[in-house]
């Protein structure tokens, strides 16, 4: 008897020892015994315990043991055999390599625990991982490798979904920023044997990489239209609070010209039954950012008069105070002359916005139905002056008009660590020859990287529910980018949450409550 024969009849023999054998000896097989507890206390002063199961290599070929590992979280309220969401949360900010965190209690990890959901954290490779090989340094994580390594913690969890705790048919994943841009790539590729050899070298188990839903804030994709729409949308404000130089002018509207274009090869039609071009996008744009200081005025925010909201301007006396023909003055009301606070009140009685004293700042409108129309030139300039924008290119910035390497430029870049332009636009201008183009194998790196080019693919399995968050004073990238991205994903008969949040800067997993009643309200379904 050979040794092999002589192991098969001890495994046959021996069902409960055979078991634990074929556990080693496949290392992607995920082994319940091997936790620890660990306790979270969370803000409202509860606590949440869990078995951790950290340190899992989620890939058998490991070329970066400090990132390619993923973390495992489980209630321990939850019984054996319960099928509940997992939440996979990616930490990935910057397209920078991200290692495997614990859960935190301000954020949508330690609520999801709290609310009896598996949490899965991997890390991933990112543009500034390196190993030494040789004495060299190998640039690990450029793209699309950070990405192959959160598809494969997706392939682990559905292999081992028989062993595990959560349902693998029910996985949300959650990122924000380049990290919201993974969610969404997670979202649009499911299964996309594209993405399969470099899974298969890896040593990712095999197997169903898809997932059910995709929570993505302010995602930072679309990178290789992401410079043209950005100009597009901002270069109204060139000669104003951007303040660019002709130089920087002349290849802003170079790029906003390619917008157009893009914008019709998208195809997109708004919910009201409108094909999405350039002549009508300001308009829709300006109606989601409307319904977003709308819903922030009900809640009782307060908006500032000056940022080019528009309260039904109309409806308000003359400034002389005088009431127009058969209009009883209100109690109180000065009939003649500007009323007390330098400003004529609405004819509807619900009063105007107020002033500052003297009219100086800040003046405030917090009425809660009075969005007539918003000023968009204004808007965005207001959006510039919290924030200063990118300069042109917003993305693709290397080398032209002398700028350092973008996040991007780096995480496109070889694994030597030298930074790559990855439109023709860019690589043009920076290497001042203007027949120069993006060489094949980069194209298919930048190809694997946007999701606008999987949504609706026949090869690919999309995630069915989406939740997609970009901040309304939020300039990392255009409103362009989430707002064609949510708009591809209706047209494609997702089902999308989407929003653009007053007042929100560049951020995530912020208003928990909102995101999880959408999980529950969403695991619920088919
Ligand atoms: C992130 C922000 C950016 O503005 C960008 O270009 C890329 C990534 C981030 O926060 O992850």
């Excluded at 290599?57 to 319960?82: I, K, M, R, S």
């Excluded at 990290?179 to 790539?185: K, N, V």
């Excluded at 290397?398 to 023709?424: I, M, R």
């Amino acid at each position: 008897m050979n040794m092999k024969t002589g192991l098969l009849l001890f495994m046959a023999i021996s069902g409960t020892v055979s078991r634990t054998s074929a556990q080693t000896t496949d290392p992607l097989r995920f082994d319940p015994e091997n936790y620890t507890v660990q306790t979270l206390q969370m803000p409202d002063g509860s606590s949440v315990s869990y078995k951790a199961y950290e340190g899992i290599h989620y890939v058998t070929n490991v070329e970066d043991p400090a990132y390619q590992t993923l973390n495992l979280y489980v209630p321990e309220t939850l019984e054996a055999g319960t099928a509940v969401p997992i939440l996979l949360r990616t930490y990935v900010g910057g397209y920078m390599a991200s290692t495997a965190k614990t859960p935190s209690a301000t954020d949508a990890t330690g609520r999801a625990l709290s609310e009896g959901y598996v949490v899965c954290i991997p890390g991933s490779r990112g543009s500034n991982s390196v190993v030494s090989e040789n004495g060299k340094d190998i640039y690990t994580g450029i793209a699309p490798n950070g990405l192959l390594d959160l598809k494969a913690a997706v392939r682990y969890l559905h292999y081992n979904d028989d062993v595990m705790p959560g349902d693998a048919d029910r996985i949300f994943t959650d990122g924000t920023s380049a990290g919201g841009a993974m969610s969404a790539l997670l979202g649009a590729t499911g299964n996309c044997p594209e993405y399969a050899p470099y899974l298969e070298r890896m040593g990712a188990a095999p197997g169903r990489d898809d997932v059910f839903a995709s929570i993505c804030y302010c995602p930072i994709t679309d990178l290789d239209h992401a410079d043209s729409e950005y100009e597009w949308l901002y270069g109204c404000t060139n000669d104003g609070v951007r303040g660019l130089d002709s130089a920087q002018k002349r290849i802003s509207s170079e790029l906003a010209a390619q917008c157009p274009a893009y914008l019709e090869s998208l195809n997109l039609t708004t919910p009201d039954g409108e094909k999405l071009t350039a002549d009508n996008y300001r308009e829709y744009l300006k109606k989601l950012l409307m319904a977003s200081a709308h819903k922030a005025l009900e809640a009782g925010a307060e908006i500032p008069d000056s940022i080019g909201i528009v309260f039904y301007q109309e409806k308000r006396l003359p400034v002389s105070g005088h009431l127009p023909e058969g209009m009883a003055p209100r109690p109180g009301h000065p009939q003649n002359g500007r009323p007390q606070n330098g400003r004529p009140e609405m004819l509807d009685g619900r009063g105007a916005p107020s002033f500052g004293p003297g009219g100086g700042a800040p003046r405030f409108n917090n009425r809660t139905d009075f969005v007539a129309d918003i000023d968009l030139d204004v808007y965005l300039a207001y959006v510039a002056s919290v924030t200063p924008l990118k300069t042109p290119p917003a993305f693709d910035a290397w080398g032209v008009l002398g700028s350092p390497a973008s996040p991007e430029n780096k995480v496109f870049g070889n694994e030597q660590g030298e930074p790559a332009n990855f439109t023709d636009f860019s690589l043009r201008q920076h290497s001042q020859d203007g027949d120069a183009a993006i060489d094949p194998a980069l194209q298919q790196r930048i190809y694997l990287m946007n999701p606008m080019n999987f949504i609706g693919a026949s090869d690919s399995t999309l995630a069915g529910h989406w939740f997609i968050r970009h901040g309304a004073r939020d300039r990392d990238t255009s409103f362009l980018v989430p707002i064609n991205l949510a708009t591809k994903l209706q047209n494609t008969g997702a089902d999308v949450d989407f929003a653009l949040p007053w007042n929100r800067p560049h951020s995530g997993d912020y208003n928990l409550d909102e995101l999880f009643e959408w999980i529950k309200r969403t695991a619920s379904a088919r």
